[in-house]
């Protein structure tokens, strides 16, 4: 069973950035189509990234061009490197693997999820 925990959260100025970390421990990243979400009391969990096996990336349209997702399997971990952070964008923040390694969704379904790391953005 997978184990993931997420890293490098904290408060942050808007328009700066910020580089969170995902690694896992109990089975590897290797060979499954990893995801970046977020989530605040407010609203419903929000697809952010994914990266494929082969380091192909997809991003939602509000993070496009700001934010980068990458991967190190040889590390078993993964990263989601965050440019120009809006006002509007504090939140918990996780990572996610499906439970197949056959899967590559936006929906968060049959997924492990980290504990979240929180950002928070400062005027």
């Known amino acids: 069973q997978v184990q993931l925990r997420e890293s490098g959260g904290g408060s942050v100025q808007a328009g700066g950035s910020l580089r969170l970390a995902c690694r896992a421990s109990g089975s590897p990243i290797r060979g499954y189509c990893m995801g970046w979400f977020r989530q605040t009391p407010e609203k419903e969990r929000e697809w952010i990234s994914s990266?494929?096996?082969?380091?192909?990336?997809y991003y939602a349209d509000s993070v496009r061009g700001r934010f980068t997702s990458s991967r190190d399997n040889t590390n078993n971990i993964m990263y989601l490197q965050m440019d120009s952070l809006k006002q509007e964008e504090p939140a918990m923040y996780y990572c996610?693997?499906?439970?197949?390694?056959?899967?590559?969704?936006?929906?968060?379904?049959?997924?492990?999820w980290g504990q979240g790391t929180l950002v928070t953005v400062e005027p």
């Open positions: 996610a693997r499906p439970l197949s390694g056959f899967v590559c969704n936006r929906d968060g379904t049959d997924t492990t």
């Open positions: 990266i494929t096996t082969g380091g192909g990336t």
